[in-house]
C-alpha cells in the first residue's frame, strides 16, 4: 500500500477458542470490528467503526455478511494475523488463506486485500502508542471482544506506515486523531 486507497477496512475478528487440536481448523467468530477510512478529496478523510457479536452457535454467515455490507468496489480490505515462532511452524504447515482473516471477502475476487503478520506484542505497542488498547497476551474472550475496535484501528495505523507520501501519511493521522478527539466526546448511548 504505496499510496492509501480511496477507501481501506482494517477488519480485527475474535474467535471462539477451536474445540479441536491445535492445527484443526480455527473457532467460530464471536466478534468482528471494523475501521473504514473513506477519502473525500486530497485533504479530507471520513472515518467509521464498527463492533458486532455473534453468538458462537449461530449462522456462520453472518459476519462475512457484515463485511459484505461496508465494502465498495474499490475497498482494499486489510486484516492482522498473529505471527510468531511458534506460530510460523503452524503457519508453514496449515498456511490460511486472507478469507478467513477478512470474512466477507471471498465472494470478491476483484476486491484488494492484504493480511498483515504481526506479532502480538508488536501490535499492541504500536496501538498502545497511538492512545489504542490493544492487548498483547492472548486476551480472555470478553476483553477480546471489548477491544477488537481498537485492534482494528491499530491494524489500520499499522498500514498507514507503509504510506509512502509522509504528507499524505500526516493528514490522514491528523485527521484520525481528531475524529477519535470527537468519537469520545460523544455521548454513551443507554
Not at 475497498?75 to 504447515?93: E, F, N, Q, V, W
Not at 481498537?150 to 489500520?156: F, K
Request: aromatic letters at 6%.
Amino acid at each position: 500500500m504505496l499510496e492509501h486507497p480511496n477507501h481501506v477496512l482494517a477488519i480485527s475478528t475474535v474467535r471462539m477458542p477451536s474445540i479441536h487440536k491445535v492445527d484443526g481448523p480455527v473457532g467460530p467468530i464471536v466478534c468482528l470490528a471494523t475501521f473504514s477510512v473513506e477519502r473525500i478529496g486530497d485533504t479530507e478523510a471520513r472515518f467509521a467503526s464498527t463492533r458486532v457479536t455473534f453468538e458462537p452457535d449461530g449462522d456462520w454467515r453472518a459476519p462475512a455478511a457484515h463485511v459484505r455490507c461496508l465494502l465498495h468496489r474499490h475497498t482494499y480490505a486489510i486484516g492482522c494475523r498473529p505471527s510468531s515462532d511458534k506460530h510460523r511452524t503452524k503457519y508453514l504447515r496449515h498456511r490460511r488463506r486472507s478469507y478467513e482473516e477478512l470474512p466477507g471477502t471471498a465472494e470478491l475476487p476483484s476486491l484488494r486485500r492484504h493480511v498483515i503478520r504481526a506479532r502480538e506484542k508488536t501490535l499492541a505497542g504500536l496501538g498502545r502508542d497511538h492512545g489504542l488498547m490493544v492487548s498483547d497476551r492472548p486476551p480472555h474472550l470478553a476483553q477480546a471482544t471489548r477491544k477488537a475496535a481498537d485492534r482494528a484501528q491499530a491494524v489500520w495505523v499499522t498500514a498507514l506506515g507503509i504510506v509512502r507520501d509522509r504528507d499524505e501519511r500526516a493528514h490522514l493521522y491528523a485527521a484520525w486523531e481528531a475524529w477519535r478527539v470527537l468519537e469520545r466526546a460523544r455521548p454513551l448511548p443507554f
